[in-house]
């Protein structure tokens, strides 16, 4: 295939499909220096030979024991590049960025977090996976939520990692799976900012938004993003700045 600036050639090695949108891709062959829950690019050519190029987070922790890299993508029709994506089998190749980007990483969580709130919708929880998957820098937190907001039950990913992770954190790691379009049992329903505003959040997590002790990592659809910033800063939490600190970070999806 033609090579491309800025990229590596990869081949897949597996796909799972999870639903009939979303799916996950396992790459090897593109070497790729990251921390864990940044993410990189992939891209293919267009029909006319043009790069489709859009940045998808690593779901796997870096090691030096594996070459490949996973990624959980959710198919757009009307995208450009997704579609394509979803066409690719084992054997395949496709492009992927010879950097990483993203500050949703062990650095930039405070030494007196000691509630670190990870907050996602969709295939947003890619990067939490990830942050929480690498054993050589375990966060540090003595209390870690991972609440994943998705549409239907058949959206929630991972449950085989997420149940090895909570065993790994020996009861620091509370899951809180939300479901916004159906009703179920043991699961939250609704959407996360709503879920914070009416209390529900933290009285399923057990523990409280505090200014003092708590830092707020989100990921995902850009209007869950939007719409619990301001709640959580009612609650006294502020954005985060390298140079001054604070409670609350992002990485929006698009």
């Given at each position: 295939?033609?090579?491309?600036?800025?990229f590596n050639?990869?081949r897949?090695?597996k796909?799972?499909?999870?639903t009939?949108?979303l799916?996950?891709?396992?790459l090897?062959?593109?070497?790729?220096s990251f921390?864990a829950?940044?993410?990189?690019?992939?891209?293919?050519?267009?029909d006319?030979?043009?790069?489709i190029?859009?940045?998808y987070?690593v779901?796997?922790?870096?090691?030096?024991?594996?070459?490949w890299?996973?990624?959980l993508?959710?198919?757009?029709?009307?995208?450009?590049?997704?579609?394509?994506l979803?066409?690719?089998?084992?054997?395949?190749?496709?492009?992927?960025?010879?950097?990483?980007h993203?500050?949703?990483?062990h650095?930039?969580i405070?030494?007196?977090?000691?509630?670190?709130?990870?907050?996602?919708?969709g295939?947003?929880i890619?990067?939490?996976?990830?942050l929480l998957?690498?054993?050589n820098?375990?966060?540090h937190s003595?209390?870690?939520v991972?609440a994943?907001?998705?549409?239907?039950?058949?959206?929630?990913v991972y449950?085989?990692?997420i149940?090895?992770?909570?065993?790994r954190?020996?009861g620091?790691?509370?899951?809180l799976?939300?479901?916004?379009r159906e009703t179920?049992?043991?699961?939250?329903?609704?959407?996360?900012?709503e879920?914070?505003?009416?209390g529900?959040?933290?009285?399923?997590?057990?523990?409280?938004?505090?200014?003092?002790n708590?830092?707020?990592m989100?990921?995902g659809?850009?209007?869950m993003?939007?719409?619990?910033?301001?709640v959580?800063?009612?609650?006294g939490?502020?954005?985060?700045?390298?140079?001054?600190?604070?409670?609350i970070i992002y990485?929006?999806?698009?």
């Open positions: 295939m033609t090579e491309l600036k800025g050639l990869a897949v090695e796909r799972v499909d999870w009939g949108e799916f996950s891709l396992r090897s062959g593109a070497p790729l921390k829950g940044q993410f990189t690019k992939l891209a293919l050519l267009d006319d030979g043009t790069t190029s859009r940045a987070s779901v796997n922790a870096p090691s030096e024991q594996f070459d890299l996973e990624f993508i959710v198919a757009n029709p009307q995208g450009q590049l997704t579609p394509k979803q066409k690719l089998n084992t054997g395949d190749t496709v492009y992927v960025g010879q950097s990483a993203g500050d949703l990483t650095d930039t405070p030494k007196q977090a000691n509630d670190l709130w990870l907050l996602s919708t295939t947003g890619g990067p939490f996976l990830s998957d690498d054993i820098l375990l966060p003595d209390n870690i991972l994943h907001g998705v549409r239907y039950e058949k959206d929630l449950q085989y990692l149940e090895q992770l909570q065993n954190y020996e620091r790691l509370r899951y799976p939300i479901v916004s179920l049992n043991g699961k939250l329903n609704g959407r996360i900012p879920l914070i505003s009416s529900a959040l933290v009285d399923r997590a057990g523990l409280q938004f505090s200014k003092d708590s830092f707020v989100m990921c659809n850009p209007e993003i939007k719409d619990t910033s301001p959580l800063q009612q609650l939490l502020e954005k985060y700045r390298a140079q001054t600190g604070g409670n990485e929006r999806y698009w």
